[in-house]
């Protein structure tokens, strides 16, 4: 049963964050659906959803590889569902992300999986939103690459193929990449920190 709700939990988190990017593709003025978007992580943090962008910087170890697994078929599941009552918005942006190179998305994606660290860590341990409300219109804004949001991308556009497929592995694993970097980069400054406090 643990499983079923960690699923279920992440299925929901998909399903927020591809609410966010509905209100985005269906405002005309890009600041604002930028902000907006934000409602799809306040969700995801105030419920305790499984969001694999906001879970997988706490990777404790190859353990938790089959929890970010199911947390990111969750996602996708729940991506899938706004996804399939979307209109033609986000073809434009499909394309243009097929149309550029896989290594540009996916260092796009490491600064996504940067400011998502963010966010969250300042829910966890400060409980402001602040991170949220300024980091989500930042990668939007500066188009970073988020895994989950693009899923529910190409499910809006009816975009299904090999490339489709490659584009958001490849957006994953930027997504890790940052996440886990600058979180161990700040457990080791704040190491560095208490070991000069000590002496």
């Not at 927020?16 to 930028?34: E, M």
């Not at 697994?69 to 097929?98: D, F, M, R, S």
Request: aromatic share 14%.
């Amino acid at each position: 049963m643990k499983w079923v709700r960690e699923f279920l939990k992440a299925i929901l988190a998909g399903c927020a964050i591809g609410i966010g990017g509905a209100v985005y593709l269906n405002c005309d003025n890009k600041y604002v659906g930028a902000f907006f978007f934000c409602i799809g992580l306040i969700t995801v943090v105030y419920f305790g959803l499984n969001l694999f962008t906001g879970k997988v910087g706490y990777l404790s170890g190859i353990r938790d590889l089959p929890k970010m697994l199911l947390y990111i078929v969750g996602n996708t599941v729940g991506a899938a569902l706004p996804g399939a009552l979307a209109h033609g918005a986000a073809v434009p942006v499909v394309e243009a992300k097929l149309a550029l190179p896989f290594y540009v998305l996916f260092i796009k994606a490491i600064f996504c999986g940067i400011l998502m660290y963010i966010a969250v860590e300042l829910f966890k341990s400060r409980g402001t939103v602040l991170g949220i409300l300024f980091g989500v219109p930042a990668f939007i804004l500066a188009g970073f690459e988020h895994s989950i949001a693009d899923i529910y991308y190409c499910f809006a556009a009816r975009k299904f193929s090999l490339d489709v497929v490659i584009m958001i592995l490849v957006i994953i694993l930027g997504n890790a990449v940052g996440s886990i970097l600058f979180a161990q980069a700040v457990r080791l400054t704040k190491d560095k920190r208490e070991e000069s406090d000590i002496e």
